[in-house]
């Protein structure tokens, strides 16, 4: 038990790039179809519904970027 909690990693100092990657985001934008996965209209309609919120809240932010640095 007490050389696990002397084992403690350090924490690695992400990049700027690193930080805004959006590869998960991309992901679950463009990836394929899986035919394994289980398909009904409450799913599709709960996808279409995070796309949605994810695109006004990225829209959101660039505006609110562009309202601070540019107007």
């Known amino acids: ?39 009904n209209i409450n799913l599709k309609m709960m996808h279409g519904v995070n796309k949605i919120s994810i695109i006004i809240f990225l829209l959101g932010v660039m505006f609110i970027i562009i309202k601070r640095f540019l107007l």
């Open 1 to 39: 038990m007490e050389k696990e909690a002397d084992t403690v990693e350090p924490k690695k100092k992400l990049s700027f790039r690193e930080f805004f990657q959006l590869g998960e985001v991309g992901g679950y934008f463009f990836r394929k179809k899986d035919p394994n996965r289980p398909s």
